[in-house]
Structures are given as structure tokens and as C-alpha cells.
């Protein structure tokens, strides 16, 4: 039995990295999936493709998370298209790393708005339907850096310590519902954006890590069929850190 057979998983930034693992596995446990981007539309189109060639129900659409009209737009089309939203992953996220002293208002704000707001925008319109439903799972996705903070993203580790509270917030207030809220903090992951990245620095994170070895996309997506699926029925308001070890 796979365990996300017909259960609509939306996920927002999922047109790469570990958005896009998380549309592959929520696909392969059975899932129907409704995902979003911001702007890469030959990704998403190639997602979907893919996808759907295997089988799969899936559609991509293009929305911006941080804006809120747009999200309470979004959740419509899905329910037109879809009929329900059992999951809900708040994946999307940007950095714009900089010392504080370098730090400007606009990359406070960018950032502060897709990381942090997008999740308050789509918990709000996906909240009506759950009600009505009597059951829901949002994940959050967080990083190690909302919990240790970090020099040089005090933006991102703000936006990311943000959504712990808000994820515990949303378990206790809609708990009695059936409606669970976790979040997921991931550490190093490599995606294409560590590929980047000089080997010899790579190199020394993975040694840094007890497990030593960098996160894949892969071992997130394995957390958001746990918190998305009834394997989890029992765990709520909490952060999963999927990191290797590397914060304990
Ligand atoms: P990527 O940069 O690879 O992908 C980001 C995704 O988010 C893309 O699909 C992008 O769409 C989408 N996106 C960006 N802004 C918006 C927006 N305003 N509205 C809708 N979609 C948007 O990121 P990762 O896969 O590395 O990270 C995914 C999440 O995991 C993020 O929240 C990140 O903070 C978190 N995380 C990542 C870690 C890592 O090591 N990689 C570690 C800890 C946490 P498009 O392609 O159109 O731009």
C-alpha cells in the first residue's frame, strides 16, 4: 500500500531542487499533485511531463507565494481542478545572504515576504477547505539555520525561526480540527546550487556532519511523506531535523 494513495499534496517552489524531489515522491506513494513556481516555466513544464508520462495527476502553476491575493487564487485553481487539498507544503524560499552591515531593506524584505509571509498566505486559504474537510497536514519547510542562526543570513534565519512559531501556532489552534502542522529543518542539502560551490569547501561541511555526507533532496522528501501521510498521525507542532546530525 503507498501512503499518499489519492491524497492532493500542493507544494509550492517545486519547479527544482528539493521541491521538485518532493513532487517525484509524493508521486511515487500515490499522491495527486498540485505544484507552484515563480519563474522557470520550461522546469515546471518538464515536471509535469514527466510526471504525468508516469502516470501520474499533476499540474504546475505559475504563482507567486509571497503575494497573498495571488495564493487565495492558487488554492481555487487547485480546488477546481483537484476537488481538495489534504497536504500542504510550504517549500518555496530564497536567500539573499549578506553581514547585517551590508544588509539591505529590500533583501530584509524579500525575503521576510517568500519565506515567511508565503507560508501565512497559503495556510490561510488552504485553511477553509481543511475545516471543511476535518483533516489536513501543512509542512513547513524551515532550515538548521532557524534554530542555530547564522552569520550572514540574518534575514534567512529569521524568516526560517519565524515558521517554527507559526507552525506551532497553526498545530495548537487547529489541532481539535485534525489539522496537523509540522516543520522540517533541513541542513546541507546538495542541489544544483552546492554543485556550484568549490569541492574543497563541500568537502569540509560533509566532514563536519556526523553521518558525513551532505543531505539529498531525496532524504527531505522521505520527511514530507512521513509528516504527510498517517504515519504521523500522532505528531504535531513539531521540527524534524533532517540534517545529518550536524545540529544536535
Ligand atoms: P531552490 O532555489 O533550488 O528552489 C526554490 C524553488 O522555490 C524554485 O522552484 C523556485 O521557483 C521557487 N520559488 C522561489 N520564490 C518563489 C515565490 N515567490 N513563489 C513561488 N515559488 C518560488 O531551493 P532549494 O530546493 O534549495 O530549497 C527549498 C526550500 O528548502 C527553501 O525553503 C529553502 O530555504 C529550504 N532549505 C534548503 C536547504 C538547502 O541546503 N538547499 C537547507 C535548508 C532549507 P523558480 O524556479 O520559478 O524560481
Not at 555526507?213 to 524534524?240: C, F, H, I, M, W
Amino acid at each position: 500500500m503507498k501512503l499518499l494513495t489519492d491524497q492532493v499534496v500542493l507544494i509550492t517552489g517545486a519547479s527544482r531542487g528539493i521541491g521538485k524531489a518532493i513532487a517525484e515522491r509524493c508521486i511515487a506513494e500515490g499522491a495527486k499533485v498540485a505544484f507552484t513556481y515563480l519563474s522557470s516555466d520550461e522546469k515546471a513544464k518538464a515536471l509535469e511531463d514527466e510526471l504525468s508520462q508516469g502516470g501520474g495527476e499533476v499540474k504546475g502553476f505559475k504563482s507567486n507565494a509571497a503575494d497573498f491575493d495571488a495564493a487565495q487564487e492558487l488554492v481555487k485553481s487547485v480546488m477546481d481542478v483537484f476537488g481538495t487539498i489534504d497536504v500542504l507544503v510550504n517549500n518555496a524560499g530564497i536567500t539573499r545572504d549578506n553581514l547585517l552591515m551590508r544588509m539591505t531593506e529590500e533583501m530584509w524584505d524579500e525575503v521576510i515576504n517568500t519565506n515567511l509571509k508565503s507560508a501565512f498566505n497559503l495556510t490561510k486559504a488552504v485553511q477553509r477547505p481543511m475545516l471543511k474537510a476535518r483533516k489536513g497536514s501543512i509542512i513547513n519547510m524551515s532550515s538548521v539555520v532557524g534554530v542555530s542562526g547564522n552569520a550572514g543570513q540574518a534575514n534567512y534565519a529569521a524568516s526560517k525561526a519565524g515558521m517554527i512559531g507559526f507552525t506551532k501556532s497553526v498545530a495548537q489552534e487547529l489541532g481539535s480540527r485534525n489539522i496537523r502542522c509540522n516543520a522540517i529543518a533541513p541542513g546541507f542539502i546538495e542541489t544544483e546550487m552546492t554543485e556550484q560551490l568549490d569541492e574543497k569547501v563541500v568537502q569540509e561541511w560533509r566532514n563536519s556532519i556526523p553521518l558525513k555526507r551532505g543531505g539529498k533532496p531525496e532524504d527531505v522528501a522521505n520527511a514530507v511523506v512521513y509528516l504527510g501521510s498517517d504515519l504521523s498521525n500522532y505528531v504535531t507542532g513539531q521540527t524534524l531535523q533532517v540534517c545529518g546530525g550536524m545540529l544536535t
